[in-house]
């Protein structure tokens, strides 16, 4: 079975790998791809810390991976707590820690998990099956004016006021249960609205709102962004590919950031970009494997004006 198929994997290993002796995290195991490649090259002086808060991920990567299973730690959680599994794991400075952000084409192609517009099932959209929050919950219990902010906010999407108005009116006649009651609700907005042919499938915007929304993917990706940025060692590489503006804005942005002289002065520590603009799919891969096109990478190297005692780097990032 593919679970899924890694992206820009030569390019992943030639930004990250700065030595064989490291360790290093791979934020988004998924079906393990990367974490393969990463794992073949630093064995078996290296050694991997691969997360995932899908436990079916876990399970899959972990069959994948069980050669080099003296040199891999896989934790099922929230990347958004990496400071503390790294503690827990008696582990304070790191070479290297990458994120593949998104969901895994097994994720999007398991019908009953309601990632996608175009297999039936029920609303949920939950990376993590153990959460509380899904789909379902939102699209029929969020006020009109939190939905259309969610949708402008996270969908992009033009029509946001009027969707939202279109499903809390639905959901009085009944609950919109089903990716298919919703991509059908909105396809037929569109198709009364809207002149013309659309490019992408009508539902797209608001399916990828809910999906930030069920997994706080914004939130998480801003907050260990800059937990990996004071984990990683001085000439440590911090590489994320993202799928969409979004996350790659904030990515964009906290390089930016944490690049200036004066950020750099303030905490002793900053980064450098590898590259100023993102590195893309080749053609070719993006033809045998469509679902890179989006893709976008970035990679930062960590550098240090001085050692900074460990109570300083706390204090910046609880913000005090
Ligand atoms: C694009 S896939 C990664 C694929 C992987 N690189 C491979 O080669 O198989 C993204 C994975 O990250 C996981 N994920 C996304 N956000 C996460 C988060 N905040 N914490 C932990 N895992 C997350 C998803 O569950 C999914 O399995």
Redesign the pocket.
Known sequence: MT??I?VMVQQVLENLITRKMGIYV??????????AKIIEKIYPEGCLIG????IE?LEFARDKLRDYQDRIVLVK????DLEMILLYLGITRISGIFF?????SH?VDTATRGFSFSRDSLLDMR?DLSSELNAYYIVNHYPERELAELFSKYGEERFSNSLAKLITQERKKKPIETTEQLAKLISGFYARHKKGKWRIQPATKVFQALRIEV?R?LS?LTETMLQAIKLTKTNGRIGVLSYHSLEDRIVKNIFREWEKTETINKYGYGLKRLFKKPIYPAEEEVRQNPRARSAKMRFAEKIELKEVSENERDSFIRGK
């Not at 791979?26 to 974490?35: R, Y």
């Not at 593949?100 to 895994?104: F, K, Q, W």
């Open positions: 679970f899924h890694p791979d934020c988004t195991v998924g079906g393990g791809g990367h974490a997360i995932d808060q899908d991920a959680a929230n990347f958004v593949d952000l998104g969901i895994s994720q990376m997994n993917e998480v």
